[in-house]
C-alpha cells in the first residue's frame, strides 16, 4: 500500500517516519511518500495530514489540487488522518478564529473545534489517555486545538478535561495530540488497519 503524507509544512518527516514503523510492525508490504505536489495523493490508499499551523497548510493544499485530492479519497473510502493542526482541517465547522483568519477547511467530519484550546498556560504537555481500540496512550499536545462538539454519526475516542480529543467518523480519523512524536506507534497502525478492513 502507499502512504501519503501532506508535505507542505509541519512535522511531515516524523510521520513518515512513525508510518512506515507502523508497515513494518504489521507486515504490510508498502511504502510512505511526503508529497506537496498534486497527483500523489490521489494515488495513495492512505493520507496523513500532519500537525503545524493550520493557516498555512490550509493555504497550500488549497491553492493546488491537494485539497480535492485529499476529499476525493476520503469519499472513495480510504483512511485519512489529520493530527492537531490536521485535525482542524478535517472539520466541518471552525471557531471564531478560523472564520477570523479566513482558514479554508475540507469539511471531512461532523465536528466542531476550537483552535489553541488549551490557552497559553499549557502550550504543551503530555498526559495519559484512554483510547477507545487503542488502550492507555501517552499523548502529546502541542497549542493543540480540541473538538467540542460531535454529530451522531461520529465516533468519539478520547477525551481530556471537557474536551473531545480523539474521534473518528467512518474513514476520517481527528487527533488533537501527536502520534508521531513518541516512539508509540499503535495510533498509526491502528489507522493503517483502517485501510486492510
Ligand atoms: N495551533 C496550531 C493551529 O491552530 C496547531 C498546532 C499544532 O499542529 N501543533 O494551527
Known sequence: MRVAVVGVQGDVEEHVIA??????????????????????VSKSDAVIIPGGESTTI????????????????ANEGKPVMGTCAG????????????????TKLLGLMDIWIKRNAFGR????FQVKLNVKGIGEYDAVFIR???????????DVLA?????????????VLALAFHPELTDDTRIHEYFLRMSIR
Open 144 to 154: 493543540a486545538p480540541a473538538i467540542v462538539k460531535v454529530k451522531e454519526n461520529v
Open 159 to 171: 477525551t481530556f478535561e471537557d474536551y473531545i480529543v480523539a474521534a473518528r467518523q467512518n474513514n
Open 121 to 124: 498556560q499549557r502550550e504543551s
Open 58 to 73: 490550509s493555504r497550500l493544499i488549497f491553492s493546488d489540487s491537494i485539497a480535492d485530492e485529499i476529499v476525493q479519497i
Open 87 to 102: 485535525l482542524i482541517l478535517l472539520s466541518k465547522y471552525g471557531d471564531e478564529q478560523v472564520a477570523k483568519t479566513n
Open 19 to 40: 508510518a512506515k514503523k507502523a508497515l513494518k510492525n504489521l507486515k504490510v508490504d508498502g511504502e510512505v511518500v511526503a508529497t506537496r505536489k498534486a497527483g500523489v
